[in-house]
């Protein structure tokens, strides 16, 4: 589990776990306003890491085909990194835009160009229409797969995709709770690492909500309202 061992995020800033004390970075190439991901490998070894926008590899040099993916530079969870269940090598960027926009992945392989990897020819591919500047990822309850959870940014819908072996399964799960502001898009979301919850922060309403989380079915219910 050093996967998220190895941190990069706002103005070129770092931070790097595997000594299990956080020891600060300088070299990152990423300069950016809001939301970012990052991602190791099980020895806790960078191996690349995203805006939302451009995609940088190990050695700190952008990827191949790692230009003008379609996250936000200002959404507050611009990426999101999931690894395929049962894949050594392939990879998924989520990314969500500005203020609401589409939902969208880019497949990233790790296999290619020595084991720096590439963006492939599967690169912003729309998943939802409409979201907010919201993503999060919590693993099933069988262990294996992905849940990947959004949520509208115009009505109280969560869409929560399963990632399983064979990819991503495009029509989510779609729960109808909690409120549904106008301009609902900023805020951000986040899943209790067991999978029994999803908290979500409505900026624009100055509260957040909390549900339960079936990481069986995908569906949330039981919401309480937090000031």
């Known amino acids: ?3 998220a061992n190895i941190w990069y995020f706002g103005a070129n800033a770092g931070l790097d776990f595997n000594s299990g ?3 600060a970075l ?3 190439q990423m300069n950016t306003f809001d939301g970012c991901s990052s991602i190791a490998d099980s020895n806790g070894n960078l191996l690349f890491y995203t805006n939302g926008i451009t995609v940088w590899k190990k050695n700190h040099q952008v990827m191949l085909n790692g230009l003008g993916l379609l996250g936000g530079f200002s959404s507050m969870q611009a990426a999101l990194i999931v690894k395929k269940p049962g894949s050594s ?3 998924y960027i989520f990314t969500t835009e500005n203020h609401g926009g589409s939902m969208y992945y880019s497949e990233v392989d790790m296999a290619q160009q020595g084991g720096f990897g590439v963006v492939t020819t599967n690169k912003n591919i ?3 229409a409409f979201t907010g500047e919201k993503i999060t990822a919590v693993n099933h309850v069988n262990g294996n797969d ?3 959870i959004t949520h509208d940014g115009g009505n109280n819908t969560f869409y929560a995709y399963r990632i399983n072996s064979l990819g991503i399964i495009i029509t989510p799960v779609v729960t109808n709770i909690g409120v549904a502001p106008v301009a609902n898009q900023v805020g951000c979301i986040k899943a209790s690492p ?3 919850f999803i908290a979500i922060a409505h900026w624009n309403l100055n ?5 339960d989380f079936d990481n069986n079915t995908g569906i949330l219910s039981n919401v309480r309202t937090l000031s």
């Open 1 to 3: 589990q050093k996967e």
């Open 21 to 23: 004390s956080p020891v």
């Open 26 to 28: 300088n070299n990152g």
């Open 89 to 91: 090598s392939i990879y």
């Open 126 to 128: 729309q998943l939802a």
């Open 146 to 148: 992905i849940w990947v």
């Open 194 to 196: 067991n999978g029994a």
């Open 207 to 211: 509260n957040a909500q909390l549900f």
